[in-house]
């Protein structure tokens, strides 16, 4: 039988895919001015267990109340750090020992499956209109893009950030043996059905 699992539950799977986690992923967004994208990008970093999020550029204030409300909490589980510029922001990505990819829709990048997002990468997202700037693309150890097939040319920051969140950690959680397994038994069930 099918159903949701209820919210001990979701907690008990949380904490399995946390065990299985060992790669650091950290964000750098670059002057994502709109409050609700950053609340939303913070929720979904926080959700992906994202270490570090380094704001530069003209950045919304994670305090701001629209981005609060979008964020829902997630930011007390992240260090947030403001930098004065993307050049400060990679020198500090680098020396916390994290590659940085930035996630652009430019030259020479490869589509986001091909990248090298192994390991402790730090993923870099730009402004909603105008993307990452000429000097984040500079210092970026490689850059990426969401290939999209339909007629629509972009997808929203918030959406692009989740995308790539999501990719990082599906390639380490690849490699795991047990790499295609559902849901675990819960073992407090006397049934032992899955969920």
Not at 82 to 110: F, H, N
Request: glycine content about 10%; charged content about 20%.
């Amino acid at each position: 039988m099918t159903r949701q699992l209820g919210p001990t539950e979701v907690k008990r799977l949380n904490r399995a895919w946390r065990r299985q986690t060992r790669a650091r992923v950290s964000l750098l967004l670059e002057s994502v001015s709109q409050p609700f994208n950053l609340g939303a990008i913070l929720r979904t970093a926080a959700a992906f267990g994202v270490e570090y999020v380094w704001l530069c550029g003209d950045t919304a204030d994670p305090a701001h109340p629209g981005a609060l409300r979008t964020a829902l909490g997630a930011g007390r589980f992240l260090s947030v750090r403001r930098a004065t510029a993307a050049g400060t922001a990679a020198a500090e990505v680098r020396a916390a020992g994290l590659r940085l990819i930035a996630i652009e829709l430019a030259e020479p990048a490869l589509p986001l499956h091909a990248a090298d997002l192994a390991g402790d990468v730090c993923l870099a997202l730009g402004h909603e209109d105008r993307g990452c700037s000429p000097a984040l693309l500079g210092v970026a150890d490689q850059i990426a893009y969401i290939p999209q097939p339909g007629r629509i040319g972009s997808l929203n920051v918030a959406a692009a950030a989740a995308i790539a969140l999501a990719e990082a950690r599906r390639r380490e959680w690849a490699q795991l043996p047990d790499a295609g397994a559902g849901v675990p038994v819960d073992s407090d069930r006397p049934d032992g059905e899955h969920g």
